[in-house]
């Protein structure tokens, strides 16, 4: 079987690549800029390079395709001034499911988000039928819901789709610089001055990988599954951390409303020193919003999804990184 892989250099594209190689499948992997240390690591996966944007190179990407794993996105936690996340997570999904019709391609799985859907911390529980981002949600929401829209036309067509929302990731493998890699970096590291007085639901991904081959011959084409982990807030994430032999964590915890007093400050040291903020407006509204009850019965029913412990991630997250001299 050939699979196709999109966006495989990010973090859960290269799980993605790994677990479809030690099964035994084909695997073309499509990469937007060259990335040779990749190549080198992988030398039995096919690379070619190309846009999702450029529906010409979709269509000669997918000839002969059994199935698409559809992952390049823009991620953002600081808005959409360039209408580069509204393009890349709108128009990338249309392209690639219209290739997938004319190609014949049999299954594509198009990785979404959690934040397709729009939930606060106070509702009783968030799964498939919950309500959709709209217009009022941040771009990046809105990118997803509408990424989503776009493959649920192309099933109207015909197309055997299915689509993944997966909540907060972790794992090791992550090559590229991460939000969530970046603060599990800068916990072990002691360069976050004080916490937040909040959590998020942390999913591994291999256990994306995992449940992305199951989706294949088991997910039910039209059907979303949510692939949540484990619920962790930020202080106990860093006492782990701390546990692993990084720095003891900070005493000071502050609460969302404080930690956003300080927003201004942190962006004009952004643009002074030409690096990311360590949070945004968006990041604390997620935090604010974080809700303990996200369900993935479905997944876990169709998919057999089971996620690994929480402890087992970080800690291969946190080895990770030190065999790659990055901590």
């Not at 997966?166 to 002691?190: A, E, H, R, V």
């Not at 949540?228 to 202080?235: R, V």
């Not at 990041?283 to 402890?311: C, H, M, Q, T, V």
Request: with cysteine; hydrophobic share 40%; charged share 20%.
């Amino acid at each position: 079987m050939k699979i196709v892989v999109t966006g495989a250099t990010g973090h859960v594209g290269v799980n993605m690549i790994r677990a479809l190689h030690e099964k035994g499948f084909e695997v073309l992997a499509n990469h937007l800029n060259g990335d040779k240390l990749l190549a080198m690591q992988f030398p039995e996966v096919q690379w070619i390079q190309g846009n999702v944007l450029d529906k010409a190179f979709l269509s000669r990407a997918f000839k002969g395709a059994d199935v698409v794993i559809h992952l390049a996105a823009r991620i953002s936690i600081s808005g959409d001034p360039r209408g580069e996340v509204m393009k890349t997570n709108i128009q990338g999904p249309a392209n690639v499911a219209e290739a997938c019709l004319e190609n014949n391609v049999q299954k594509l799985i198009h990785f979404s988000s959690i934040h397709a859907f729009k939930f606060s911390g106070t509702d009783p529980i968030v799964n498939e039928d919950s309500p959709r981002a709209d217009n009022t949600c941040f771009k990046y929401d809105q990118s997803k819901i509408g990424g989503e829209r776009a493959v649920q036309e192309a099933i109207s067509k015909g197309l055997d789709a299915v689509i993944l929302n997966p909540t907060g990731i972790l794992g090791p493998y992550n090559y590229w610089n991460s939000f969530t890699g970046q603060m599990l970096k800068d916990l072990y590291c002691g360069r976050i001055p004080a916490l937040v007085k909040s959590g998020y639901n942390w999913v591994d991904a291999r256990d994306l990988a995992d449940a992305t081959i199951k989706a294949i011959t088991h997910g039910k084409t039209g059907k979303n599954y949510i692939l949540a982990g484990h619920n962790l807030d930020i202080k106990s994430m860093a006492q782990m951390v701390h546990g692993l032999g990084g720095k003891k964590p900070p005493i000071l915890s502050v609460s969302l409303g404080v930690a956003k007093i300080g927003l201004p400050i942190l962006g004009l040291y952004s643009r002074l020193t030409k690096t990311p903020p360590l949070y945004t407006e968006e990041s604390l509204e997620i935090l604010k919003n974080y809700n303990p009850n996200i369900s993935s019965e479905r997944a876990g029913k169709d998919l057999g999804f089971s996620p690994r412990p929480i402890e087992e991630t970080i800690k291969d997250s946190i080895d990770w990184y030190k065999e790659q001299g990055m901590l």
